[in-house]
């Protein structure tokens, strides 16, 4: 199984070459153009951690959870098995899990975490691993799991004593109820998924909306619904836009989209739905009336929203790779034109923040207060307060 792509739901895909090239252009363009601010002193951060960190989350009390790289010597190996931490909201850090005391299998194997997720109550995070080792036939073999913990870094029992959900991806602990939902991978690579939830403790699976395959899904784990994209593979087959319930399994389409290429974001209160159309369009829909469209122009990126769900923090660029964070403002929604109505609105310019800085990865604070970040290079984590 390949390494998941990241936000808050599936993006691009490996596979799409042509569009990350379309992206990595116009994103080489826009950095490249000329500043249409004067250049300050960039501004301090409130905590720096000098750690090669992986992956970051935010709890939503205002903990940071994040993994850092771990390398050492296994025998005649030389192995990554990476370390997860806790930021207190005092400065304070403990950490939850050395990577160095896991042993799963008797071969040595390697493993990164790309992703960190807590539940809705603070007391539990699940880490996703991408694990790497070298099979009887001297093959290098990939896979995903997810490892489930407390906060306290005690082991989140399921089935059989064990605290692992292997071919699993992207996966959320679902309010109040102990289940755990996640995807599995059912056309590669990467191209569809299936939704599939299992209870700690117990490990009782269930498989939902077995009768459907989406391309690509963001949860709101707090209320226990989902967004998804759902396709056929087929070039002719439509794209809708469709809400799922977690608990009763209702289905509900809301919208068939004419152009859809990533970045498919939930908002926390569970009312609007964002994504990009193409490279440079964000839309944003409203889930108790989808025909209600907003459209902002800003660069295809990463988003998080702010408190008041009026505007949207970006990371411009690939999931990953370098690029800057704005705020983008959503402007009011309006009747989408091509049902006939009245035309869409636009917002203004975004707005750079950390002096055009470049990153690899981000979060925003739940109360948009603060901001983590992923350095380029090292990989060192920053923190920056927001006024």
């Known amino acids: 199984m390949t390494r998941a792509v990241r936000t808050n739901a599936k993006c691009l895909h490996p ?129 995903n799991l997810l490892l489930l913990l407390g906060q306290d870094g005690k082991e989140m029992k399921i089935a059989d004593g064990d605290n692992v959900v292997r071919g699993a991806t992207d996966g959320t602990w679902l309010a109040g109820n102990g289940k755990l939902a996640y995807l599995t991978e059912t056309v590669k690579p ?61 289905y509900r389409r809301l919208a068939t989209l004419d152009s859809y290429v990533g970045g498919l974001s939930f908002s926390p209160s569970g009312t609007k739905v964002a994504f990009f159309r193409d490279i440079n369009t964000l839309e944003v829909r409203e889930l108790a009336d989808p025909a209600l469209v907003a459209r902002v122009h800003v660069a295809y990126g990463a988003i998080n929203w702010a408190p008041g769900e009026k505007s949207v923090l970006v990371k411009r660029g690939l999931d990953r790779q370098e690029g800057d964070l704005v705020w983008a403002q959503l402007p009011a929604p309006a009747a989408d034109p091509e049902g006939g109505a009245a035309e869409i609105v636009t917002s203004p310019a975004p707005t750079p923040i950390l002096n055009g800085q470049m990153f690899r990865d981000f979060a925003l604070a739940p109360d948009g207060h603060s901001v983590a970040v992923i350095l380029l290079g090292k990989r060192t984590l920053q923190i920056f307060d927001l006024p």
């Not at 403990?94 to 790309?114: C, D, H, M, Q």
């Not at 498989?207 to 002719?236: M, Q, T, Y």
């Open 15 to 143: 596979h799409d070459t042509l569009l990350r090239i379309l992206i990595s252009a116009c994103l080489l363009a826009l950095f490249l153009a000329p500043p249409a601010i004067s250049i300050q002193q960039s501004p301090a951060p409130r905590i720096s951690i000098d750690d090669d960190c992986t992956a970051i989350a935010f709890a939503p009390d205002g903990r940071l959870a994040y993994a850092t790289r771990h390398v050492f010597n296994l025998q005649k190996f030389q192995v990554q098995r990476d370390d997860i931490w806790i930021l207190e909201k005092d400065g304070r850090r403990r950490k939850i899990l050395n990577g160095e005391k896991i042993t799963r299998v008797a071969e040595a194997f390697s493993y990164t975490i790309p992703r960190l997720r807590w539940s809705p109550d603070g007391t539990r995070v699940a880490a996703e691993l991408v694990t790497t080792q070298v099979n009887v036939k001297g093959e290098q073999v990939e896979d």
């Open 190 to 250: 990467n191209l569809m998924f299936a939704i599939t939830t299992i209870e700690s403790p117990g490990g009782h699976v269930f498989p939902l909306f077995d009768r459907h395959s989406f391309a690509a899904l963001a949860w709101n784990a707090k209320l226990g619904i989902a967004v998804a994209i759902e396709k056929n593979l087929s070039g002719a087959s439509q794209t809708r836009l469709v809400e799922l319930n977690l608990m009763s399994e209702d």
